[in-house]
Nanobody, 116 residues
Framework: QVQLVESGGGLVQAGGSLRLSCAASGITFSHYGMGWYRQAPGKQRELVAGISSSGGSTNYADSVKGRFTISRDNAKNTVYLQMNSLKPEDTAVYYC?????????WGQGTQVTVSS
């Protein structure tokens, strides 16, 4: 059974930082590209950041470039999202995804709330 379990969300003031983690099980983690998406109330889900299976390639939404960093530890089957200089518009539910060929899995999400 595949599980992606996010943690690290919470309430933070604008300008603060949070580190999200996503622990994967039930998959060969090192084969999967990983990503973080977010969905704010009334808005579509959007890609925040992605990282290749080896960790050698990353991509970011323009809105988070220079503030967020995605990384992974294949020995721990975990992907991270370091979020700095948080803004109220970063408030959303953040989801972890794992993708390999036609397989695509999602976590249950973790709430991030940034107060002004």
């Amino acid at each position: 059974q595949v599980q992606l379990v996010e943690s690290g969300g919470g309430l933070v003031q604008a300008g603060g930082s949070l580190r999200l983690s996503c622990a994967a099980s039930g998959i060969t983690f090192s084969h999967y590209g990983m990503g973080w998406y977010r969905q704010a109330p009334g808005k579509q889900r959007e890609l925040v950041a992605g990282i290749s299976s080896s960790g050698g390639s990353t991509n970011y939404a323009d809105s988070v470039k220079g503030r967020f960093t995605i990384s992974r530890d294949n020995a721990k089957n975990t992907v991270y999202l370091q979020m700095n200089s948080l803004k109220p518009e970063d408030t959303a539910v953040y989801y972890c995804t794992a993708r390999f060929l036609s397989q695509n899995y999602w976590g249950q999400g973790t709430q991030v709330t940034v107060s002004s």
